[in-house]
């Protein structure tokens, strides 16, 4: 497919803006007489046929456009201007002879006559300046390209103008305008607000026991629940409760001199007041020393340092608050557990008391045992009788008044020893006898050791436990105090200027760049 000369939209736009049927007439003539110069040696030696050649001619635009018509009126079928030439220099016809230019342009303007006798003119028609149409000199191919693209660079200079213009327009309206106002309200209407800084810690009691926890006593470590603890209440809606009870919080940002933006409402609810309680107020914990820093904003810097210090106050005493209730938690078990072997060492003493008491003897074990001693006297003693009366019966002729005398002891003897092991039978047999009021006593006794065994160490585990306690008992120290600010410290105008215009120019280009990847997804 053969492209068209790129000066042939720039001749025809040309062309059709100058107009009359004269001015074409004329100005064809004069083409025709410039154009027939050149070729009548051309056509005197063989006419080129091919496209190529025809295009090294340099052939202007409008004679190819005379070229088109002609094969247009002598039913000539081309593809473009090259191939209608080509065409009729085939059929013999030389496109740019004056006889068939002249034609050629007579019937153009009898067309043009046609066309105005039909047309019926009944308003007063404007008359274009006939200068506009009068023919111009002819331009070489490389000045129409050059011309043509002195006039493309001039278009995109002027949309990349428009762009430019465009681009200025929204950055001053969606980024500059708001950081204006911005920097307006904290230079010219935002309240002062004065900051007192202070820093506390808590620690820990000296001393430690041998455990893995005793090796980080003394450390920041051992101390982070506290301190994470302690601030989580200062943020809290319960210390500004407190606040509210002890100096009326919402009061002091109520006053009318205060700007729009920082103001509470009369009517401000508690979530309002909780809100603006979480800008003045801030506070930061620093796990690698241990350290929390506060930082208390307020309209006077005499009313900053009170809210530091009660802030401090309600601090410390969550601290003992937390202290107390670990010792207490500690403690409870050791205590119940001491408390619980002293009732228990009481109640053997009282069942040895009781059983004491029952046997009315103090220790019915010696008792036993002396009547065993007795029985024991007895026999040996009966023992010797008879043997002093088996000595006696050996005699031919005994004594027989001391055979009756030991007879009569031996009699004693037995009658004694008789009542002595029924006596010994009674205290060893039956519920209540000796033997088991002894061994019941034994008993107690020895429940009675094992319960004051037990009470010591129930008494020595809970002063462990309470020395443990003691040495996990929490102390806030306030390293820094608050001391009242001289100037103010909010706003902080330079800083929330530029901070304002860096979030106003990314999310314009957050926006930009959307519509731009949007953009091309549907253009796509």
Known sequence: MTTKPKAKKYCWRRNRQGADSADARADAISRIRKATQPTEAANDAAPATDIDAIKREGLTGRQLRVARRLAQKNGL????????????????????????????AAEKARAEDLAKDKIKIQLPQTISDSSQGLPGPELSPAERRNLEIGEIQKDIARRRKRKLFALFARLAAFVLLPTLIVGTYFYRYATPMYASDSAFSILQADGGGASFGGFLAGTQYATAQDSVATQEFLESKDALVRL?????????????????????????????????????????????????????????????????????????????????????????DARAGFELAQDERRRAQ?????????????????????????????????????????????NLRPNQAKVDGVRADIQRLEVVLAELNAEMLDASAGENSLARLSVRIQMAQADLVA???????????????????????????VSVNPVASQEPSYPRKFENTILAFLLFAGIYLMISLTASVLREQVSS
């Open 77 to 104: 079928a081309a593809t473009s201007d090259y191939d209608a030439v080509r065409l009729l220099r085939k059929q013999g016809i030389d496109p740019f002879e004056r006889t068939n230019l002249l034609d050629l």
């Open 451 to 477: 319960r004051d065994m037990m009470l010591q160490t129930a008494m020595e585990q809970m002063e462990t436990t309470r020395t443990e306690a003691n040495r996990k008992v929490r102390y806030l120290t």
């Open 244 to 332: 509210e009870n002890d100096t009326n919080f919402s009061e002091i940002f109520k006053q009318e001199w205060i700007d729009p933006i920082q103001r509470l409402p009369q009517d401000a609810t508690l979530e309002d007041t909780y809100k603006l309680f979480r800008r003045m107020i801030t506070i930061g914990y620093d796990p690698s020393d241990g350290i929390i820093r506060m930082e208390v904003a307020a309209p006077s810097p005499e009313i900053s340092v009170e809210l530091s210090t009660l802030l401090l106050s309600y601090a410390e005493e969550t601290i003992n608050g937390l202290t107390e209730l670990k010792r207490e938690d500690q403690m409870r």
């Open 350 to 394: 009282e069942e040895l008391i009781e059983l004491q008491l029952q046997g009315a003897v103090l220790d019915p074990e010696n008792v036993l045992a002396g009547l065993r001693a007795r029985i024991n006297a007895i026999e040996i003693e009966l023992q010797e009788k008879e043997l002093q009366l088996a000595a006696l019966l050996d």
